[in-house]
C-alpha cells in the first residue's frame, strides 16, 4: 500500500477533537467556534472538519467565500462564516451557500444591508482588515449582527501592552455595536484569561498543535506525523560533498543517507543543515542543501537501510521545532505540507 510513497503522512483526528475539547475547558463555559481555513491548516479540511463537528463544533470560520462553499458541501448544517469579508460582487453565492460574511468595511456593510445575518470586525490594532474605532458611529443601526469581531496581534507574547489596549478598544465596541455574539480571542489569546474571551473563543492553529503559548509549554497535543522514505544509504570512504552547492563536506566513515522528502513536499530549503530527523528514536542531522525532491541526513553509527522511515515530523520534532530550525512560524509549516505524501487519518 505505501511501497510507491516517498513520505507518510498520518494525522491524529482524536488529537485534533481532545485540543478542541482542551480549549473549550480553557474558556470555561464560553462557546468555542473552529478555523479552518486553508484545508484546515494543511491538515485536510473535510476530514479535520467532520471531526470537529462530532467533537461539538458548530461554528466554523474559513478565509475565503470558495472555501465556505467547500465547507457547505462537507457539513450542510454547519454554522459557516467568511473573515475575508463580502468579495465584491459575491453577495448571491453568501446568501446561495449560507455563508456569514464578515463586513470589514462601511462599504461591504453599505453592500449587505437588508441580506441576512452578517459578522461585524473592528479593526482594533491589527491594521489588517475591520472597520477603524473611528467610524463605528457610522454603521447604521438595525443591521442583523451575529458575530463582533477583532483579532488579537500579539496575544502570543506575555503582558503585551497591544493586547490589553485591544481588549479596551473592543469592550468600547462591544458597547457601541448591536450584536448577538462577541469574539475577540484566537488561540493565543484564549489562554490570556477571562478578560479576553467575550462570549465567543475563535482558535486555529492551537486545534492542530501549534504552540499558542509560546513562552511555557505547549498545552495543545501534536496530531501530525511525517515519515520520509530512505531511498539510498552511501558509506563514505574519501572527503567529498553533499547537495547543491557542495556547502557540507563529508569525511571518510561518514555514513549519509539520502530521504525523499523536499521543498516540492514543503520541507523548507531554508532547513538545510539545521534541521533534525529521528531514525528509530536517534537525532539525524540534516546535511547539505534541501533539494526539490531530497534531503540528506547523517547516520553515522546507527542502522539505517533503503526503503526505512524516518520520523521529519513526530514526537520528538514538532512543527514548532522545524519552525525555530527554518526561523519562520508552526503555520507556515503546516500549511506547507505537500500533496505527494501518502495521508493517512486516524481516530
Same mark, same amino acid.
Given at each position: ?8 503522512l ?19 463555559? +464560553? ?6 481555513k486553508?484545508?484546515? *491548516? ?12 462530532? !467533537? ?11 472555501? =465556505? ?12 462564516h467568511?473573515? @475575508? @469579508?463580502l468579495? +465584491?460582487?459575491?453577495?448571491?453565492? *453568501?446568501?446561495?451557500?449560507?455563508l456569514v /460574511?464578515?463586513?470589514?468595511s ?16 473592528v479593526d ?10 473611528q467610524?463605528?458611529g457610522?454603521?447604521p443601526? @438595525?443591521?442583523?449582527?451575529? #458575530? ?9 507574547e506575555?503582558?503585551h ?15 457601541q455595536?448591536?450584536?448577538?455574539? %462577541?469574539?475577540?480571542c ?8 477571562? +478578560?479576553?474571551?467575550f ?5 486555529g492553529?492551537?486545534?492542530y498543535?501549534?504552540n499558542p503559548? /509560546?513562552?511555557?509549554t505547549?498545552p $495543545?497535543?501534536?496530531?501530525v ?21 557542495a556547502?557540507?563536506?563529508?569525511? %571518510? ?8 522528502? =523536499? *521543498? !516540492?513536499?514543503g *520541507? ?7 534541521a533534525t530527523?529521528? #531514525?528509530?528514536?536517534?537525532a !539525524?542531522?540534516?546535511?547539505?542543501r ?10 553515522? =553509527? $546507527? ?9 521529519v515530523?513526530? /514526537? ?12 519562520t ?6 500549511t506547507s ?5 501518502k495521508?493517512?487519518?486516524k481516530?
Open positions: 500500500m505505501f511501497e510507491t510513497a516517498g513520505g507518510l498520518s494525522i491524529d483526528l482524536s488529537i485534533i477533537q481532545a485540543n478542541y475539547r482542551r480549549l473549550c475547558d480553557e474558556l470555561n463555559g +464560553k462557546n468555542c467556534s473552529v478555523v479552518v486553508a484545508d484546515a *491548516y494543511g491538515l485536510g479540511i473535510e476530514p479535520v472538519s467532520k471531526a470537529l463537528w462530532e !467533537a461539538g463544533a458548530r461554528t466554523f470560520f474559513v478565509a475565503l467565500p470558495d472555501e =465556505g462553499v467547500e465547507l457547505r458541501h462537507i457539513l450542510p448544517d454547519a454554522d459557516i467568511i473573515l @475575508g @469579508g468579495f +465584491k460582487g459575491s453577495a448571491d453565492v *453568501y446568501t446561495t451557500h449560507n /460574511p464578515v463586513l470589514n462601511l462599504e461591504q456593510i453599505q453592500d449587505w444591508q437588508n441580506r441576512a445575518r452578517a459578522d461585524i470586525q482594533t490594532g491589527m491594521t489588517r482588515l475591520g472597520i477603524a474605532p467610524d463605528i457610522q454603521i443601526s @438595525g443591521l442583523n449582527t451575529d #458575530v463582533l469581531m477583532s483579532h488579537f496581534a500579539c496575544a502570543d506575555r503582558d501592552p497591544l493586547s490589553i489596549q485591544q481588549i479596551e478598544t473592543f469592550t468600547q465596541a462591544v458597547q455595536i448591536e450584536h448577538t455574539r %462577541a469574539s475577540l484566537n488561540s493565543a489569546g484564549i489562554f490570556l484569561g477571562e +478578560k479576553a474571551h462570549d465567543l473563543g475563535r482558535p492553529c492551537s486545534l498543535g501549534i503559548t /509560546p513562552h511555557t505547549n $495543545m497535543q501534536n496530531p506525523h511525517l515519515q520520509g522514505k530512505v531511498i539510498q544509504v552511501h558509506e563514505i570512504d574519501t572527503q567529498q560533498s553533499v547537495g547543491y552547492g556547502t557540507y563536506k563529508l569525511h %571518510a566513515g561518514q555514513k549519509l543517507a539520502t530521504i525523499a522528502v =523536499g *521543498y !516540492a513536499d *520541507y523548507l530549503r531554508s532547513l538545510s543543515s539545521k530527523v529521528y #531514525v528509530e528514536g536517534q !539525524a542531522q540534516v546535511i547539505g534541501v533539494s526539490m525532491d531530497a534531503i540528506g541526513i547523517d547516520v553515522s =553509527g $546507527m542502522k539505517c537501510e533503503e526503503g526505512q522511515y524516518v520520523d515530523i513526530g /514526537p520528538n520534532n514538532t512543527p514548532d521545532d522545524l519552525a525555530k530550525w527554518a526561523g512560524i508552526g503555520y507556515e509549516i503546516l505540507l505537500g500533496r505527494r505524501y495521508r493517512i487519518y481516530g
